[in-house]
C-alpha cells in the first residue's frame, strides 16, 4: 500500500511512503512431487473428492496419519501379565542414563 502524506507547507513536495501492511513472510514450506500412474491418480480424487478436501489435503493428511501409525507401532507392545511384571521391575531398577532422561523429554512427533 503506497500512502501519501500532504506536506505542511504548500510549495514542499509530496512525500509517498510505502507500508507493507501484509501478513509477515511465512517460512518456506517444503514441497513434494509425486509420479502416480492412471488408475492412483484416480483412486486419488475420487477419495478426496468425496471428503470434500483438495488434492493437497488429502495427500498430507492421509500421509500424516499413516506416519503416526508407523511411529506408534513402534512405540506400542503387547505384554503378557508375566513379562509386563518383569519390564515393570526392570525399569523400576534402572538407573536413569543422560540419553534416557533425554529420550523421555522429548516430545513425541505425533504431538509435534
Known amino acids: 500500500m503506497t500512502a501519501v502524506r500532504k506536506a505542511k507547507d ?7 511512503t510505502k507500508v507493507n501492511l501484509g501478513t509477515p513472510k511465512r517460512q518456506k514450506e517444503k514441497t513434494y512431487n509425486l509420479r502416480v500412474d492412471d488408475a492412483t491418480d484416480r483412486l486419488i480424487n475420487d477419495a478426496r473428492s468425496m471428503l470434500g478436501q483438495s488434492r493437497t489435503e488429502f495427500m498430507l493428511s492421509t500421509a500424516k496419519m499413516r506416519a503416526q501409525e508407523v511411529l506408534l507401532s513402534r512405540t506400542n ?5 508375566a513379562e509386563w ?7 523400576e531398577d534402572a538407573t536413569p542414563t543422560p540419553a ?5 523429554s522429548r516430545i ?3 504431538e509435534r
Open 100 to 104: 534416557m532422561v533425554a529420550l523421555m
Open 85 to 91: 511384571a518383569a519390564f515393570q521391575a526392570d525399569l
Open 77 to 81: 507392545f503387547v505384554l503378557s501379565d
Open 108 to 110: 513425541p512427533a505425533w
Open 10 to 16: 504548500s510549495s514542499a513536495p509530496k512525500v509517498k
